[in-house]
């Protein structure tokens, strides 16, 4: 990963953006879209900064003149002079799902986001705003927030009750909550890596390394695999995988000769 990709919340904050035409008009629909207040030259409270000018000399310098009132600034067609790059946007609002090459082609995160686009159905959000107002109802459900966890993760599986991929998963929820819809038990799945290139994952590897709650792996796991897990997965340098497996699901990376 070579950039760190975040959400940044503009709604009544300042934006400077420097430049006019057609890229400079994208950016100030953009910077409005996110609620973001657009001036044209830095004043005190400013958040973030657009330069987009044609002139290189001269975008070079009204970057680095903002960078002087410390803001982070992206140029516009000059992904080395950015301190940030803005992404090719699905907008399911409230999910927004990011899709960014660093400033390498913005053609290929088009084509990626058009994809997504595709297989998302309009009524994302709508799950998305359900689930966050049954969050007192689910922490009633399940007290424990791993319990929780489990619970809604296997809501979400594919096939699963809440299906992001099911259009109609949105006026499920209250269903879901009414079942007798279970946690699942602990268990220890094993993963027989068969080389250190994470693009020779199987599909069910690579589900199983993002759903898991603990990853038991010997100290050689090349840290590439490691990174196809779950950020929040708890991480054990083990020489053998455990005789009792924790609360939900747990992983044993094994590499090739391995037991």
């Known amino acids: 990963m070579h950039q760190l990709p975040i959400f940044l919340n503009l709604t009544g904050r300042t934006v400077v953006l420097d430049g006019k035409g057609e890229a400079a008009d994208a950016k100030a629909r953009l ?30 310098a009204a970057a680095a003149a903002l960078r002087a009132h410390g803001l982070l600034v992206n140029v516009v067609d000059r992904p080395d002079l950015c ?36 297989l998302l159905p309009a009524r994302l959000g709508e799950l998305a705003s359900a689930l966050s107002a049954a969050r007192d109802a689910m922490k009633a459900r399940w ?22 991929l099911d259009g109609a998963a949105a006026d499920k929820v209250g269903e879901w909550l009414a079942s007798d819809a279970t946690t699942q038990p602990s268990r220890l799945e094993t993963i027989h890596l068969t080389s250190p290139d994470p693009d020779d994952l199987t599909l069910r590897a690579a589900r199983l390394l993002g759903e898991a709650d603990h990853i038991f792996h010997p100290a050689d796991i090349p840290p590439a695999i490691l990174t196809r897990a779950r950020a929040d997965a708890v ?23 391995d037991g």
């Open 31 to 60: 910077i409005e879209r996110a609620g973001g207040r657009i001036v044209p030259a830095w004043e005190e409270g400013a958040t973030i900064a657009f330069v987009a000018l044609d002139d290189e000399a001269e975008a070079r």
């Open 143 to 164: 007290p424990a927030a791993a319990d929780r966890r489990r619970a809604i993760d296997a809501a979400l599986a594919s096939g699963g009750a809440l299906d992001p």
């Open 235 to 257: 991480r054990h340098v083990v020489e053998a995988p455990p005789v009792d497996a924790p609360a939900g699901l747990s992983l044993w990376l094994a590499m090739p000769n």
């Open 83 to 118: 301190d940030f790059t803005t992404p090719a946007i699905v907008d399911r609002a409230p999910v927004t799902i990011a899709i960014g090459t660093g400033g390498a082609s913005a053609g290929l995160a088009k084509a990626v986001r058009q994809r997504i686009e595709a």
